[in-house]
């Protein structure tokens, strides 16, 4: 599902009830002075919408939920796992963890204890890697299968029905019958074996060898069983040699009815399995799936739930599907998809909200959902999402019963959806008092101080939102409504301060949006020019304004004001700010130059290797892509792919494609990546000289200052690593000579194990003069310094980028160190509220094990082991303290 609700103004009817051009024209040249002498002004620029209702499970105690599944995981059956995965996923979806999420899906596919869950975790770890399929192709070209979740052959996997009759050989009812029997339909007469027929099923034994009439009888009319004379010829030939021939679809559809009805179970899995491998397309699928769920024919209705799965999420644009999947009552869920209903629901619903948050179809998924949920856990997920679906389609009576029913089973989160609607209905009171009874009754989260302030005004509204940020520094809005609020007190630094906060290391869109807009009242057209720029890198059809206006047209408004700069111009601007590690900067002017002539192959490179620096992989992969499909050369598209398949964790064959391109050509970026891609995999020692030996061969080749300074600078590391401090310090100078920034941290490092502490702590300093993005900058200091100036630096880190985990783990440890053992679980549980991080965990679980808390270290290592299952420290962990466990 998308990250966030867009907000109630954001509707398609409002899109173009405004004219840019317009809108610029009249703000043109007039912003800064409107700006502090107009409110309205300045509202229509800076308009901050209310945090947005998270469609998620998000458990007020995290950490206690995922010990619970990886206790729950390691007793459970077979068939209990993949639902257990999939309440992982649904933790770490709420928490943000979206490798951690992925790998929950991919846990539930593999421990899939049927044919269903396979199906439906499969396809849904399709649909999460939609966009890289060439991902496939590139392994194929290298001669390796990667298509793990394509059609598979579902009859085999079903096992034929073990509930089959046999009449036995002896039959004597005290009647001399003929051993042959004729069934008329219409005029058509066929001749059966009698017992052959009577075998396929005890209704048949029974009207044939039993006491009913048609048992004297040699012939029998059939024309009232809707069976042709073809079908039952079939039906004949079955009977004798056990198998369906070349039966026409028709034909079988006549047969299974028939089956069914006479309850001939071996003929009706014959004619299922045929119809099956009959199943081709997603009409077939439709069409068939009918007969299937009206037959009860498992294997049909399974091949059919296959074909609309594999085409998500087309099919569910498909009237017809959509009908089919939202339309079953349980007894037809249970034919087609077996016991995996809820895992079924919970992958359609979240497409269907993403392809639509508030149709029809995305309410009546939902509500199967709701139907299929049966543990606790899974019955706050389903309410809690159709409540948010609800609410969006402004169904107030409706969703609050929803949200009511969610908190009641334990989902606290939903009191956020309670007091939206109470508030919309006029009751701002309740909402207040409802968020002040959480917070008093539970562990303090952000979102609750968060949500709260929307009931208060002034001093207090701003009070919560600093606990918020103190809870929990990565929701974003508490950011954006003390920048908007400092905007309009005519704050212009203090707001941009502010907002400049989470943009250091959170860089999320709405947040670029709203300094645009700041950048836009300043008349700082420039800064202006380079956040829509940055915005379009990351979204290329991102709308700003409550959707109302595509960014792109407020960048083409916008250049008119900026001075337009030459090829030459942009190549220096980005050698500046490439080498100031200013990355946001850089992102705009590399998307600058690409409405130039110059080689886009290479600025798309260029522009992927910045955005896995800002930590935003699918922007950086989607760029990769793009290097690839415009490479000059066939020689540089190896390269560009031999990077793709290495970031997707294919380092052996992103190796061989880097061979294949020097094959062709020796390049600076083809040996560099066969050195970046050769250190990660070999740990033999000996591979150092091979990876110095090909970044040589790199630096040889012509290239940029910009990549040489890398280069360098990576080889600068390996002679680290063999403890050639020399060779070491000269590539680090040399890479700094052409201002290659980050240099400065590997000379310090030099400087260090020189036993140089003073001179490794001023070459970081150095570093964090010279960059624009420097936490990582402070934390390397604090290795270099004594320890209150570490302290401090650890502070700063944690000022500019509260997700990096070290400096929590430095002052716990020193808290611990002067027996502060309460402060240093209190300083580790600080980050854990909003960060699932391992070493954070395990840390916690060492010092309760320390204090005798062996429930709390128990707890704590099995919620590592949920983020990380094969982390070998934790495991032994883990038996060390579960032998103690009362």
Same mark, same amino acid.
């Given at each position: 599902m998308r990250t966030f609700f867009p907000s109630e103004s954001c509707k398609e009817t409002e899109l173009n009830s405004i004219n840019?051009?317009?809108?610029?024209?009249?703000?043109?040249?007039?912003?800064?002075?409107?700006?502090?002498?107009?409110?309205?002004?300045?509202?229509?620029?800076?308009?901050?919408?209310?945090?947005? !209702?998270?469609?998620?499970?998000?458990?007020?105690?995290?950490?206690?939920?995922?010990?619970?599944?990886?206790?729950?995981?390691?007793?459970?059956?077979?068939?209990?796992?993949?639902?257990?995965?999939?309440?992982?996923?649904?933790?770490?979806?709420?928490?943000?963890?979206?490798?951690?999420?992925?790998?929950?899906?991919?846990?539930?596919? !593999?421990?899939?204890?049927?044919?269903?869950?396979?199906?439906?975790?499969?396809?849904?770890?399709?649909?999460?890697?939609?966009?890289?399929?060439?991902?496939?192709?590139?392994?194929?070209?290298?001669?390796?299968?990667?298509?793990?979740?394509?059609?598979?052959?579902?009859?085999?996997?079903?096992?034929?029905?073990?509930?089959?009759?046999?009449?036995?050989?002896?039959?004597?009812n005290g009647k001399a019958v003929s051993g042959q029997v004729s069934f008329?339909?219409?005029?058509?007469?066929?001749?059966?074996?009698?017992?052959?027929?009577?075998?396929?099923?005890?209704?048949?034994?029974?009207?044939?060898?039993?006491?009913?009439?048609?048992?004297?009888?040699?012939?029998?009319?059939?024309?009232?069983?809707?069976?042709?004379?073809?079908?039952?010829?079939?039906?004949?030939?079955?009977?004798?040699?056990?198998?369906?021939?070349?039966?026409?679809?028709?034909?079988?559809?006549?047969?299974?009815?028939?089956?069914?009805?006479?309850?001939?179970?071996?003929?009706?899995?014959?004619?299922?399995?045929?119809?099956?491998?009959?199943?081709?397309?997603?009409?077939?699928?439709?069409?068939?799936?009918?007969?299937?769920?009206?037959?009860?024919?498992?294997?049909?209705?399974?091949?059919?739930?296959?074909?609309?799965?594999?085409?998500?999420?087309?099919?569910?644009?498909?009237s017809q599907v959509v009908k089919l999947l939202c339309n079953s009552n349980r007894e037809q869920r249970s034919i087609m998809v077996g016991s995996a209903a809820f895992s079924l629901y919970c992958l359609l619903g979240e497409v269907s909200f993403n392809l639509d948050p508030r149709s029809d179809r995305t309410v009546c998924i939902l509500e199967q959902l709701v139907d299929s949920a049966e543990t606790t856990h899974q019955k706050m997920v389903a309410y809690h999402q159709l409540g948010c679906v609800r609410l969006l389609r402004k169904e107030y009576n409706k969703a609050e019963q929803l949200f009511q029913a969610a908190l009641e089973a334990g989902h606290i989160y939903s009191v956020v959806g309670l007091a939206r609607i109470n508030h919309i209905k006029g009751n701002k009171q309740w909402a207040h008092e409802k968020l002040s009874s959480v917070i008093s009754s539970h562990s303090s989260l952000g979102w609750m101080y968060q949500e709260r302030s929307l009931y208060c005004e002034g001093e207090r509204r701003w009070e919560d939102l600093e606990k918020a940020t103190e809870l929990d520094p990565t929701l974003v809005y508490p950011y954006m409504y003390r920048a908007a609020s400092l905007m309009r007190k005519q704050d212009?630094?203090?707001?941009?301060?502010?907002?400049?906060?989470?943009?250091?290391?959170?860089?999320?869109?709405?947040?670029?949006?709203?300094?645009?807009?700041?950048?836009?009242?300043?008349?700082?057209?420039?800064?202006?020019?380079?956040?829509?720029?940055?915005?379009?890198?990351?979204?290329?059809?991102?709308?700003?304004?409550?959707?109302?206006?595509?960014?792109?047209?407020?960048?083409?408004?916008?250049?008119?004001?900026?001075?337009?700069?030459?090829?030459?111009?942009?190549?220096?601007?980005?050698?500046?700010?490439?080498?100031?590690?200013?990355?946001?900067?850089?992102?705009?002017? !590399?998307?600058?130059?690409?409405?130039?002539?110059?080689?886009?192959?290479?600025?798309?490179?260029?522009?992927?290797?910045?955005?896995?620096?800002?930590n935003c992989p699918e922007a950086a992969m989607r760029s990769l892509q793009l290097a690839r499909q415009h490479a000059s050369s066939d020689h540089e598209r190896l390269v560009y792919e031999g990077w793709i398949l290495y970031d997707t964790g294919h380092c052996a064959e992103g190796l061989w494609k880097a061979e294949e391109s020097i094959s062709l050509k020796r390049s600076f970026e083809a040996f560099f990546l066969k050195a970046y891609a050769l250190a990660d995999s070999c740990l033999d020692p000996s591979c150092s000289s091979v990876v110095v030996a090909l970044l040589d061969e790199a630096l040889k080749c012509p290239s940029d200052r910009l990549r040489k300074g890398q280069a360098l600078n990576n080889l600068g590391s390996v002679y680290v690593d063999c403890g050639k401090l020399d060779a070491a310090a000269d590539c680090y100078i040399n890479a700094l000579k052409i201002r290659h920034t980050r240099a400065h941290q590997g000379l310090a490092r030099v400087h260090f194990l020189r036993n140089d502490k003073n001179a490794a702590y001023e070459e970081m300093t150095k570093l964090i003069e010279k960059a624009r993005n420097n936490a990582s900058a402070y934390e390397k200091r604090s290795e270099y310094c004594e320890r209150e100036l570490a302290k401090a630096d650890l502070e700063m880190v944690t000022r500019l980028d509260p997700l990096r985990v070290y400096p929590y783990r430095y002052r716990a440890a020193v808290l611990m160190d002067n027996h502060q053992t309460k402060e240093a679980i209190a300083e580790l549980s600080r980050a854990i509220a909003f960060k699932a991080d391992l070493h954070l965990l395990h840390l916690r679980a060492a010092f309760h094990e320390h204090v005798g808390n062996v429930m709390g270290a128990l707890r704590d290592c099995r919620a590592a082991l949920s983020v990380d299952p094969n982390h070998q420290e934790m495991l032994e962990f883990h038996s060390r303290v579960n032998s103690r466990e009362p």
């Amino acid at each position: 599902m998308r990250t966030f609700f867009p907000s109630e103004s954001c509707k398609e009817t409002e899109l173009n009830s405004i004219n840019p051009q317009s809108w610029l024209q009249v703000e043109r040249g007039k912003l800064s002075k409107i700006s502090f002498e107009s409110n309205s002004s300045i509202e229509s620029l800076i308009k901050v919408p209310e945090p947005s !209702i998270l469609p998620y499970f998000k458990p007020a105690d995290y950490v206690e939920v995922l010990a619970r599944l990886h206790e729950e995981l390691e007793a459970c059956s077979p068939q209990e796992r993949s639902n257990l995965y999939l309440l992982q996923y649904q933790v770490f979806k709420g928490l943000g963890e979206v490798k951690l999420r992925r790998t929950s899906l991919h846990s539930a596919w !593999i421990k899939a204890s049927s044919v269903y869950e396979r199906l439906v975790f499969g396809a849904w770890l399709k649909y999460e890697k939609q966009g890289e399929e060439l991902i496939s192709d590139l392994m194929s070209s290298c001669g390796k299968c990667a298509k793990e979740f394509g059609m598979i052959d579902v009859a085999s996997e079903l096992p034929a029905s073990s509930n089959l009759f046999s009449s036995g050989t002896n039959v004597d009812n005290g009647k001399a019958v003929s051993g042959q029997v004729s069934f008329r339909i219409g005029n058509e007469r066929i001749l059966c074996d009698r017992q052959k027929i009577a075998g396929l099923s005890a209704p048949f034994h029974a009207m044939l060898n039993g006491c009913f009439t048609e048992s004297s009888l040699e012939e029998i009319d059939m024309s009232e069983n809707n069976i042709s004379p073809l079908g039952m010829r079939a039906i004949s030939e079955f009977s004798v040699a056990g198998c369906l021939n070349e039966v026409p679809p028709n034909l079988l559809l006549e047969i299974l009815v028939l089956a069914n009805n006479f309850c001939c179970e071996r003929l009706k899995d014959s004619c299922d399995r045929k119809l099956a491998s009959l199943v081709s397309s997603r009409q077939d699928a439709v069409e068939l799936m009918e007969y299937a769920l009206e037959e009860n024919s498992p294997v049909l209705a399974a091949s059919c739930f296959q074909v609309f799965l594999h085409e998500l999420p087309e099919s569910l644009n498909d009237s017809q599907v959509v009908k089919l999947l939202c339309n079953s009552n349980r007894e037809q869920r249970s034919i087609m998809v077996g016991s995996a209903a809820f895992s079924l629901y919970c992958l359609l619903g979240e497409v269907s909200f993403n392809l639509d948050p508030r149709s029809d179809r995305t309410v009546c998924i939902l509500e199967q959902l709701v139907d299929s949920a049966e543990t606790t856990h899974q019955k706050m997920v389903a309410y809690h999402q159709l409540g948010c679906v609800r609410l969006l389609r402004k169904e107030y009576n409706k969703a609050e019963q929803l949200f009511q029913a969610a908190l009641e089973a334990g989902h606290i989160y939903s009191v956020v959806g309670l007091a939206r609607i109470n508030h919309i209905k006029g009751n701002k009171q309740w909402a207040h008092e409802k968020l002040s009874s959480v917070i008093s009754s539970h562990s303090s989260l952000g979102w609750m101080y968060q949500e709260r302030s929307l009931y208060c005004e002034g001093e207090r509204r701003w009070e919560d939102l600093e606990k918020a940020t103190e809870l929990d520094p990565t929701l974003v809005y508490p950011y954006m409504y003390r920048a908007a609020s400092l905007m309009r007190k005519q704050d212009a630094q203090a707001a941009l301060s502010e907002i400049n906060r989470i943009l250091g290391f959170k860089l999320a869109l709405e947040c670029l949006e709203l300094r645009f807009c700041f950048y836009l009242a300043l008349e700082d057209y420039q800064s202006a020019i380079c956040d829509i720029q940055a915005i379009l890198t990351l979204a290329p059809h991102y709308r700003m304004f409550d959707g109302r206006v595509a960014a792109s047209q407020l960048r083409t408004l916008v250049r008119e004001h900026v001075e337009n700069w030459t090829t030459a111009d942009c190549w220096l601007q980005l050698y500046d700010k490439w080498s100031s590690v200013d990355d946001i900067g850089s992102l705009s002017v !590399i998307y600058q130059m690409l409405e130039s002539d110059a080689a886009k192959g290479v600025l798309y490179f260029r522009q992927s290797l910045l955005l896995l620096r800002l930590n935003c992989p699918e922007a950086a992969m989607r760029s990769l892509q793009l290097a690839r499909q415009h490479a000059s050369s066939d020689h540089e598209r190896l390269v560009y792919e031999g990077w793709i398949l290495y970031d997707t964790g294919h380092c052996a064959e992103g190796l061989w494609k880097a061979e294949e391109s020097i094959s062709l050509k020796r390049s600076f970026e083809a040996f560099f990546l066969k050195a970046y891609a050769l250190a990660d995999s070999c740990l033999d020692p000996s591979c150092s000289s091979v990876v110095v030996a090909l970044l040589d061969e790199a630096l040889k080749c012509p290239s940029d200052r910009l990549r040489k300074g890398q280069a360098l600078n990576n080889l600068g590391s390996v002679y680290v690593d063999c403890g050639k401090l020399d060779a070491a310090a000269d590539c680090y100078i040399n890479a700094l000579k052409i201002r290659h920034t980050r240099a400065h941290q590997g000379l310090a490092r030099v400087h260090f194990l020189r036993n140089d502490k003073n001179a490794a702590y001023e070459e970081m300093t150095k570093l964090i003069e010279k960059a624009r993005n420097n936490a990582s900058a402070y934390e390397k200091r604090s290795e270099y310094c004594e320890r209150e100036l570490a302290k401090a630096d650890l502070e700063m880190v944690t000022r500019l980028d509260p997700l990096r985990v070290y400096p929590y783990r430095y002052r716990a440890a020193v808290l611990m160190d002067n027996h502060q053992t309460k402060e240093a679980i209190a300083e580790l549980s600080r980050a854990i509220a909003f960060k699932a991080d391992l070493h954070l965990l395990h840390l916690r679980a060492a010092f309760h094990e320390h204090v005798g808390n062996v429930m709390g270290a128990l707890r704590d290592c099995r919620a590592a082991l949920s983020v990380d299952p094969n982390h070998q420290e934790m495991l032994e962990f883990h038996s060390r303290v579960n032998s103690r466990e009362p």
